[in-house]
């Protein structure tokens, strides 16, 4: 179990958010629905890799990949 | 407080994607008023709903994730929900979720109901639910939130006489409070802040506090009380605001545990495909850009016929009203200055109506944040984002609804630049002057699909785009202090767009362009036809008297002799002689007084450029016909040197500077009121004229 950035997983993968950076843009994609304890999914990237788009609460939500930065997540690798 | 009398004041709000706007157009038809709220650009749009108990007011809020005002959207909802607002004394708040998603939608439920007002739940798309195979207990959803809840499948116009019903019986209700304040925060704060600002509980004095500096309406003494009492109570907005974040969170997955019954399977297949198609690394650009291509097919080509029609029409009542009045100055005003200056104002509403359908469609179906998400790498670099897109896009029809699209871009910066670099695309007022002008460039039109007229149209549009691009990169490295934005962009489900919202997004937009821009363009077409017509005493007609009267009175000398005479006016006019004094410092752009006159005459709007050189270059009444303008502009010669007026060095010139040049008051007026005040738009005037003279001179000093 490895603790990483939400920006660094790959298409399709399903990981829990551990911790929200502390800053502004960080709350607010809290209360956007990425809290702690819910599972997100990397559903695509945009060309270049960025935006990138994750499930959350079964929406799916755009981030920038500097925004994907602030979220900590743990993949249960395999 | 609940079952309030004839003057209440129903406040739909919802998180965005829910549905919300269906609703209220739903509830109110036509019956929709679209003002301002005092010191933000958030558009204040209410609407009255016909009831057996008389008139209800409705306000449809900006929808929202949160009551935390961060955007000037959520600022908005949380001033109007705080009784910040003076006028809006909210009675009871509908508010939206979507039930095949409730998840997303009550995290907001619960702060609207800690806020206190009579509250009530739609759950919309019911249907969707349904589909998914989504069971929700709505009988054990209203107890545990202690509201009235209805479902509704508002595109179907299922459950909207439900939706009516409740709002004339009044059946809201203060719902059982989720967070308590004195949990994380000293109680006797929380009533010290009360009695300072004067909120009716304790989760609207938190969230006062929580957000005193964002809130101007607060007076500054006020201010500094609370940020005193901060200090003495230690309060840690950031931690409050997380403990809170936690427990509403907390408290929506117990509700949910026990009211609502997923299924197994993974939904929302269709759109995930359809996803793979539009966000493709390859396909997603091509079928970007062959919607964009569509787009503005449909705003040149479809538009056309009925602005025909708009201009035949108008010419048509002018020449009938100048036959059936008397003549004099009043009728003169009536033909020749107001009722030109309406249809010069009704002949945009065809482009602004298709522009906003097309808008309505696109953000109706899902794909609207499909673009955003695309191109939103691609306009970083510029300092512009992925919602800069589509104000840019409808520019090309007209700047003014482009302008009024950035409001859904939350960033300041980003929406500035995008704001004053949208008059630089090349707008359809544009268009007549790019004819007139290409056309005397190129007076034999080829029939070949590829040809040089329109190789100059494209590189004269092309030049827009470049000069709006080059302006955002180099505003964004002057504004780069400004905090630049974030995303986070929902990517709703794909769905059919409503044709009832398509048609009330039209007749609203055009309706707005009507009254807002239309007042300023008529006022100034009369402005310059009083300049036009009159002169200083009795200058004009001593002018007119100088002309020859022919001996032989054939029809082409009688024509020739009035049409000397027009000259001879408009040169002893008040607008002549503003032409004239300028002539000296649009001389090195290659340009005479009566080029001087039509500058100066269009900055009211561009396309006067053609009615009043028409006028200038006195073709009589029939200024709109293009072909004989065109013999005329090509005929004529200047009065110094005898030589053609309009050279190709000349015309090219004057493409350039048009392209570049503001030369609209509707754009400067739209453009202080979305960013309330005058230092924006008169930077941008000063600009993009400093830019078009420039560019123009360099123009003709080489090609002459």
């Keep these: 179990m490895t603790s990483v950035t939400a920006d660094t997983i790959s298409t399709n993968q399903t990981v829990e958010i551990v911790d929200l950076d502390g ?20 559903v695509l990237s945009a ?20 925004e994907a930065k602030l979220i900590k997540v743990k993949t249960t690798a395999a | 407080m609940a079952k309030s009398e004839s003057s209440s004041l129903i406040a739909l709000t919802g998180v965005p994607n829910v549905g919300k706007t269906t609703i209220f157009n739903r509830l109110t038809g036509l019956n929709q008023k679209v003002g301002n709220y005092p010191g933000v650009t958030v558009d204040k749009v209410t609407g009255k709903m016909k009831s057996t108990k008389g008139i209800v007011d409705i306000l449809d809020l900006p929808g929202t994730y949160n009551l935390f005002p961060r955007s000037e959207d959520e600022r908005v909802v949380f001033r109007v929900l705080s009784g910040f607002e003076p006028d809006i004394d909210v009675s009871a708040v509908l508010t939206i979720a979507d039930m095949s998603n409730p998840e997303r939608s009550l995290f907001l439920v ?9 509250t009530a739940l739609v759950l919309n798309m019911e249907d969707q639910a349904q589909k ?50 004195a949990d994380f925060c000293d109680e006797s704060l929380l009533l010290k802040v009360s009695g300072l600002t004067k909120q009716n509980n304790a989760y609207q004095a938190l969230q006062v506090l929580k957000f005193k500096d964002e809130e101007k309406k ?25 403990l809170e974040t936690k427990m509403r969170y907390d408290h929506v997955r117990d509700i949910l545990s026990k009211c609502l019954k997923s299924p197994e399977k993974k939904r929302a297949g269709l759109t995930r495909k359809l ?95 499909r673009a955003v998400f695309i191109t939103d790498r691609l306009m ?75 190789s100059a149209f494209f590189g004269l549009y092309l030049l827009g785009i470049l000069a709006a691009l080059v302006s955002a990169a180099g505003l964004k490295l002057i504004m780069k202090n400004e905090r630049s934005g974030t995303l986070v962009l929902e990517l709703p489900r794909y769905r059919i767009p409503q044709l009832r919202t398509v048609l009330t997004t039209m007749y609203e937009k055009s309706k707005t362009f009507i009254f807002e821009a239309g007042k300023i363009i008529l006022a100034i077409s009369v402005i310059l036809w009083v300049l036009a017509s009159y002169g200083p005493g009795d200058a004009m007609d001593r002018a007119a008297s100088t002309v020859q009267v022919p001996q032989e009175k054939t029809e082409a000398a009688i024509q020739k002799y009035q049409a000397a005479v027009s000259a001879q006016r408009i040169q002893a006019s008040y607008a002549g002689i503003v032409g004239k004094w300028v002539e000296p410092v649009i001389k090195p752009l290659g340009y005479d007084w009566k080029i001087g006159i039509a500058l100066i005459c269009s900055f009211a709007a561009r396309e006067v450029f053609v009615s009043t050189v028409a006028t200038i270059y006195s073709i009589g009444a029939d200024s709109e016909d293009i072909q004989t303008l065109q013999e005329l502009l090509s005929n004529e010669t200047r009065d110094d040197t005898g030589t053609p007026t309009f050279t190709p060095a000349t015309v090219w010139s004057l493409l350039v500077f048009y392209a570049f040049a503001m030369q609209c008051m509707s754009t400067i007026a739209i453009v202080k009121r979305e960013t309330k005040g005058w230092k924006w738009p008169i930077i941008q005037t000063v600009y993009m ?16």
């Design chain 2, 689 to 704: 004229t400093v830019l078009a003279y420039l560019s123009a001179l360099v123009v003709y000093q080489l090609l002459s």
């Design chain 2, 218 to 242: 607060i007076p500054k003494n006020i201010r500094d009380r609370l940020g005193e009492l901060v200090e003495e109570y230690k309060f840690d907005s950031a931690q409050v605001q997380r």
């Design chain 1, 23 to 42: 800053n502004e843009t960080g709350q607010r994609l809290g209360e956007m629905g990425f809290w702690p304890g819910k599972n997100i999914t990397l």
């Design chain 2, 380 to 454: 970083r670099p510029f300092g512009l984002n992925g919602r800069s897109v589509v104000p840019l896009i409808s520019g090309f029809a007209c700047a003014i609804p482009g302008i009024m699209a950035a409001r859904t871009i939350s960033n300041r910066r980003d929406r500035l630049i995008t704001i004053f670099v949208t008059p630089f695309m090349s707008c359809s007022a544009r268009l007549p002057v790019y004819i007139v002008l290409v056309g005397l460039l190129f007076p034999e039109s080829e029939s070949t699909f590829f040809n040089a007229k329109g």
């Design chain 2, 110 to 118: 619960t702060q609207l109901i800690d806020m206190g007002h009579p």
């Design chain 2, 132 to 181: 998914e195979g989504l069971e929700l207990n709505k009988i054990l959803l209203q107890r545990l939130l202690g509201i009235p809840v209805i479902t509704a499948s508002a595109d179907k116009g299922i459950g909207i006489s439900e939706i009516k019903k409740a709002i004339e019986e009044g059946s809201f209700a203060e719902g059982r409070k989720v967070v308590n304040p």
């Design chain 2, 275 to 369: 996803d793979n198609i539009f966000l493709h690394p390859v396909f997603g650009f091509a079928i970007f850009l062959a919607i964009l291509f569509l787009v503005f097919q449909a705003i040149f080509s479809w538009a056309e016929g009925p602005m025909d029609f708009i201009d035949t029409s108008f010419a048509f009542l002018a020449h009938w009203f100048s036959e059936f009045l008397p003549s004099g100055a009043l009728s003169d005003l009536l033909t020749e200055g107001i009722i030109p200056g309406i249809g010069g104002i009704v002949i945009f509403v065809p482009q602004i109506a298709l522009l906003f359908a097309f808008l309505s469609i696109l953000e109706g179906s899902g794909y609207m944040a």
């Design chain 1, 47 to 66: 060309p270049f890799g960025d935006p990138m788009a994750f499930e959350v609460d079964n929406t799916v939500i755009a981030l920038r990949k500097n």
